[in-house]
């Protein structure tokens, strides 16, 4: 199969190697997979933000730069979200409205791809560490992504999972919402950690990167002893 | 930024860092999760009652004119009197004009939150009427002088120590930490003032058009009282809070408080029809409907949004919210706090005062989940972001979304974007402190992101993978 990579603009430029292990997974499972060059931003950020002509601008390039693709995945549950809803908004009545809806039809997060389009759950990895997933909200609410990333955690080698209390409750990411209210934000992420330390795992797993660089950024500050990891590099993990 | 937006900046600040609060409202709302879960679970098909319930709010909303027309009609014919109230200021005057030509020296309430949104305490205290609230938690805050902290938990804020000790203060109590016990001290102050209320004045749940009724859900038996005792009943009922039938209570019957307090049904369920009729023996001289729009029906021009109205107020979004359990209910500074009151405040009074609370979300979707009436609560948060936006968004963050339109349209722009704040983070330490700079806030409690010198593109161009 021929896919098409998405790297969203954080994964681009903090986490590429998020990137670079789902592309590695999916290449072991024999598939062909290409980066588009010319890709930047599904506009999210100007869209939560209320700026809808701004992110409609920016979702247009997003539609030019992949309309090519059969088939598009991401790692990212909030980017695939907005490809698959959040452009249903910002093109609603205009002429690329369908277009958008396609799009959006042959996009895909990464966990969701792999288990539920082809239909696998053992990827040979190996891992070993006690570790604790969390949701992303976008995943889990938008499009409905709950047990496949944890159906492929339990196929790791040596990887304990256990969850922890609220793994569907917010981190306190969303978006420009951190930087707009940072302090709601920050004791959100708090509360989150918290959670995530009482598991005592080693490792917060996650399908979304927004959701681990708001984590990761909270447990550095408080200098807890965990690590956040996104899901394709556990599973690329040998 | 207004003068709202400013103190709620503020109080959500300071109340973030209150745990406290916190943990008083994570415990109460954790028992509540696990009652509502187990109430949930009695219904065969609990999104099949969702949609249900939706498409009955839609329908009388989509005909709500017809409906209206209808339901006040049949509260006239039983003797009743309906005034309907354009605005909060109306809605008050009404009652309190009623109330002084009528020679009410004191009035019971039972809990209502649409005479919170009218205001209507310090009106009838101006008047020098005695005003007492009923509802355990409302008679709380009251002796308190706050206002309720959560649309169907007024007091959830409070502990049992604090709600003693304000009883041993206010009302001469030996202090207890028995629930049961604080429970009966109020009833005991308040049995005795029912007797004496000259009116009693009650909310609605819903107003049923069939029948030209109005529905009351609770659990201490209170509104009953204070419908029945006094001489005069004035409900006050926002105009959306129609449903076409009677048959349509079994469901929201069910339905209100499975959400609201997770039980599977609430202890009193009381029809009130009118003023007691000739062959009755007990039941009001007079009753009052004050219809109430204040600025709904509006909202019901708007196509988009006005699904907002189809909120029974049961306070669920409150309780998943972990915007509003992190600032609790009063930074919000409205009466309708959390997600349902982020959405519906700005709507009903005004964008540029109250936008501000639309972005006051991470957008985690956790109340559009829930919500009974399947209103699409992020959609409304995120169309109220638009408006705003539109209309009142700040200059700097209006030329930055402009910035970042143009850039990512250009993909070797957005690459040297990308390599100059790659190469330009050292130096932040250096500029950070600028005002308005927009990261500062991250890094109060947070570290800075590490954005990386190679790309993906780079390290996928190293490993030679395939670009188009």
């Known amino acids: 199969m021929k896919i098409t990579l998405f790297i969203p603009c954080f994964v681009e430029r903090v986490a590429p190697k998020t990137g670079i292990a789902m592309a590695e997974v999916l290449e072991r499972l024999g598939h062909e997979v290409e980066y588009p060059e010319k890709q930047t931003c599904c506009g999210q950020p100007a869209f939560n933000s209320g700026y809808w002509k701004e992110a409609r601008s920016t979702a247009e390039h997003f539609l030019d730069v992949f309309n090519p693709a059969e088939i598009i995945v991401a790692p990212s549950g909030s980017c695939t979200a907005m490809v698959k809803s959040g452009f249903g908004e910002l093109f609603k009545g205009t002429d690329r409205e369908t277009e958008a809806a396609e799009l959006g039809g042959r996009t895909h997060e990464f966990s969701d791809f792999l288990v539920n389009i082809l239909k696998t759950v053992d990827l040979g990895a190996r891992f070993p560490g006690r570790v604790t997933f969390h949701d992303g909200c976008h995943s889990l609410r938008e499009i409905g992504v709950k047990t496949p990333p944890r159906d492929l955690l339990s196929w790791v080698k040596e990887l304990e999972l256990v969850e922890m209390e609220g793994a569907d409750r917010c981190c306190g990411f969303g978006g420009t919402f951190s930087v707009k209210h940072p302090d709601i934000s920050t004791a959100m992420g708090k509360a989150k950690c918290a959670n995530i330390a009482a598991t005592k795992a080693d490792f917060v797993v996650s399908n979304d990167p927004s959701c681990l660089i708001q984590v990761r950024s909270v447990i550095e500050r408080n200098g807890l002893a965990i690590k956040a990891l996104h899901l394709a590099e556990v599973l690329a993990s040998r | 930024m207004t003068r709202n937006a400013v103190e709620f900046r503020k109080s959500s600040e300071k109340s973030s860092l209150d745990g406290k609060q916190q943990g008083l409202l994570a415990k109460a709302v954790g028992i509540y999760l696990g009652k509502r879960d187990s109430g949930r679970k009695r219904f065969r098909d609990w999104e099949g009652a969702r949609r249900q319930a939706e498409a009955i709010k839609t329908e009388a909303l989509e005909n709500l004119d017809m409906y209206l027309s209808r339901f006040i009609e049949k509260v006239k014919e039983r003797g009743g009197t309906v005034f309907c109230a354009e605005d909060e200021s109306s809605a008050r005057d009404y009652i309190a004009n009623l109330a002084v030509e009528r020679g009410v020296k004191s009035v019971v309430k039972s809990k209502s939150m649409t005479t919170e949104e009218i205001h209507l305490n310090g009106a009838l205290e101006n008047k020098g009427i005695k005003v007492l609230e009923t509802d355990l938690g409302e008679f709380i805050v009251q002796l308190l002088g706050q206002t309720p902290y959560h649309i169907v938990f007024p007091a959830v804020h409070l502990s049992k120590g604090e709600v003693s000790d304000l009883f041993h203060e206010k009302l001469g109590s030996e202090k207890t930490d028995d629930i049961e016990g604080l429970t009966m001290i109020a009833r005991e102050h308040l049995r005795k003032e029912y007797c004496k209320a000259d009116m009693g004045i009650s909310g609605a749940n ?4 069939e029948t030209g009724m109005i529905s009351i859900t609770e659990n201490e038996g209170n509104a009953r009282l204070t ?26 019957l069910q339905v209100l408080p499975t959400m609201g307090t997770g039980h599977w049904m609430s202890c009193y369920n009381t029809l009130v029809g009118g003023p007691r009729a000739k062959d009755e023996i007990d039941g009001p001289e ?3 409907v004050v219809l109430l729009d204040n600025g709904r029906s509006k909202l019901l021009a708007d196509k988009e ?9 049961c306070g669920g979004c409150l309780n998943v ?9 009063h930074s919000y500074g409205t009466v309708y706090p959390g997600p349902i009151g982020a959405v519906l405040t700005p709507l009903l009074r005004g964008l540029k005062q109250w936008g501000h609370l639309s972005y006051a979300s991470s957008l985690c979707e956790a109340c559009t989940e829930i919500c009974p009436v399947r209103i699409g609560l992020h959609k409304r948060l995120l169309s109220n972001r638009r408006n705003y936006a539109d209309k009142y968004g700040p200059l700097a963050e209006k030329l930055g979304f402009k910035v970042f339109a143009f850039v990512s349209r250009r993909p070797l722009l957005w690459r040297m974007a990308g390599a100059l704040a790659s190469a330009g983070q050292f130096l932040y330490p250096l500029v950070g402190w600028f005002p308005g700079n927009p990261v500062k806030g991250w890094t109060k409690g947070r570290t800075l992101p590490h954005i990386t010198w190679k790309s993906f593109r780079n390290m996928w161009a190293d490993r030679g993978g395939k670009s188009i």
Do not use: N, W
């Open chain 2, 227 to 252: 419908m029945g005792l006094p001489k005069i009943h004035v409900a006050v009922v926002g105009i959306e809070k129609i449903l076409p039938r009677m048959a349509d209570l079994a469901l929201f």
């Open chain 2, 321 to 329: 919210c972990p915007v509003y359990q992190t600032v609790g209910g």
């Open chain 2, 286 to 288: 007079e009753f009052h």
């Open chain 2, 206 to 209: 819903f107003a049923v058009a």
């Open chain 2, 305 to 313: 949004s006005r699904e907002a109205l189809r909120c029974i107020r």
